[in-house]
């Protein structure tokens, strides 16, 4: 097998799409512990969220206000 050495350089002249998978793909290979609830417990959260949606209770934001916000935190104001 290649080292590091051997590999890095060639991997530097994928596209910039499949270098984003690729570290994509190895950072999740570094978790090797697994929430067997998160996965229901995402679910359960989504559905929840969709239902106030649905229902008129949720407190929804208008997007142009919210994205103005992240904008401003993002340049730490």
Request: aromatic share 2%; no cysteine.
């Amino acid at each position: 097998m290649a080292n590091r050495r051997e590999i890095l350089p060639e991997l530097l002249k994928l596209p910039v799409r499949e270098r984003a998978r690729l570290a994509t793909e190895l950072v999740q290979s570094l978790d090797e512990s697994e929430d067997p609830d998160a996965a229901e417990a995402w679910l359960n959260e989504l559905d929840r969220r969709a239902r106030e949606v649905v229902t008129g209770t949720a407190k929804l934001e208008d997007w142009t206000k919210v994205r103005k916000r992240i904008e401003l935190r993002m340049r730490g104001r």
